[in-house]
């Protein structure tokens, strides 16, 4: 990622930051404060992963004293978050704890991650504290059932117009997905997340009613796994998480093996492709969920583009023919429509399923061909 406009030492910061932060945290905007160097960027606003959202903080550096430490300034609704202030026991005695800010060294790459990651454990540890201290029954007694499990991240919100709510965000299975995916591209650990949201206020009287659901996860693991198709098992009367999260977790590890497995199936059905398309172009060959193949159908040479979805082989792959000799008239390759509907059978051997797609391919090739020449003879 470029950091181009800031200082010297801000961009070897971020770049460390970026490289090694366990969380994909981001840039929102980045802008100048000062008069004396206008066109040096050095303070920003960082997206910060948390509870399956984003915090956003601002973070000021001073172009003009390039080796003091940096403001940060957090969120509008975060006024009680004071995250270096120690309060003690007696009223208005508080005090500075040591931090990342203490002994500040601007010319280490590793300080701004360093005070980013101590931070965030700091709110987290916030929002847990306020979280505790709300006055609902329901909600103390589901935080009771699973206090016990690691890595769970809560959130409270409240507004004047809207009323408050607890937001849970819950890691599902102790299962390292990454070691499963032979080849696996991924820099960061892969999760399924469960988010779970109370509305606050209500007393013990309302236990049986059921809280907002929703399974999310890591964005790169949607190449495997169609999360937004996962059906979720019905919360019963009188349930809590304790109870729900263990059969939720049984039917993801089954649907998530299946979609391991499935790779090798859209593997196979490409390879029984080679016999008679010859060997691809271009394929994706971690999820095999692509492919690209030269055909000849006598002068005239097209690409045919396979995509494969996670549901293979109930679902057919998309087609996508892409000529090498017609161009748009914006100098563009001629391509036709995605193509769903051809014959097919999800039963077929992966040759059978190969043999009747070449079949149709030899077919649809002169309805190509004619779109082609259309298109040519229209510019």
């Not at 960082?46 to 300034?73: G, Q, S």
Request: aromatic share 12%.
């Amino acid at each position: 990622m470029p950091f181009d406009g800031f200082p010297p030492l801000i961009s070897s910061q971020l770049q460390y930051l970026f490289n090694h932060s366990p969380h994909t945290i981001q840039i929102e905007q980045a802008w100048s404060g000062t008069r004396y160097f206008p066109g040096s960027l050095d303070r920003f606003t960082l997206l910060i992963p948390y509870c399956l959202d984003y915090i956003k903080w601002d973070i000021i550096y001073n172009a003009e004293f390039p080796l003091a430490a940096p403001d940060v300034i957090f969120g509008p609704g975060d006024d009680g978050f004071h995250p270096f202030l120690a309060v003690g026991r007696e009223e208005g005695d508080s005090r500075l704890v040591k931090n990342s800010l203490t002994d500040w060294n601007n010319k280490d790459p590793t300080r701004l991650l360093a005070l980013v990651m101590e931070l965030r454990d700091k709110y987290r540890s916030y929002q847990e504290r306020r979280v505790g201290e709300v006055d609902d029954d329901r909600l103390k007694f589901e935080i009771s059932t699973i206090v016990s499990r690691e890595g769970i991240e809560m959130h409270m919100s409240s507004g004047v117009e809207k009323p408050g709510e607890v937001k849970f965000a819950v890691p599902l299975m102790d299962m390292n997905i990454n070691t499963m995916v032979l080849a696996c591209p991924w820099s960061h650990p892969q999760k399924i997340y469960l988010q779970v949201i109370y509305p606050v206020g209500r007393k013990y009287a309302s236990a049986t009613s059921v809280p907002r659901l929703k399974l999310m996860c890591t964005p790169e693991l949607k190449t495997l796994f169609s999360i937004d198709e996962v059906k979720l098992p019905a919360w019963l009367d009188g349930m809590c998480m304790a109870e729900y999260l263990p059969q939720l977790e049984e039917l993801l590890q089954r649907q998530v093996i299946e979609a391991v497995t499935s790779i090798d199936v859209r593997r196979k059905f490409i390879e029984a492709l080679f016999p008679v398309l010859g060997r691809p172009l271009e394929a994706d060959p971690v999820f095999c969920r692509r492919a690209s193949f030269l055909v000849y159908s006598g002068p005239f040479t097209f690409l045919v583009h396979f995509f494969l979805s996670t549901h293979f082989p109930k679902q057919r792959p998309s087609l996508m023919f892409q000529s090498i000799q017609h161009f748009n008239s914006l100098g563009m390759p001629v391509k036709s429509p995605l193509i769903t509907e051809y014959p097919w059978s999800p039963r077929w051997e992966p040759s059978q399923m190969a043999e009747r797609v070449s079949d149709f391919l030899v077919d649809e090739s002169q309805n190509f061909k004619r779109l082609c020449n259309e298109s040519q003879s229209q510019h």
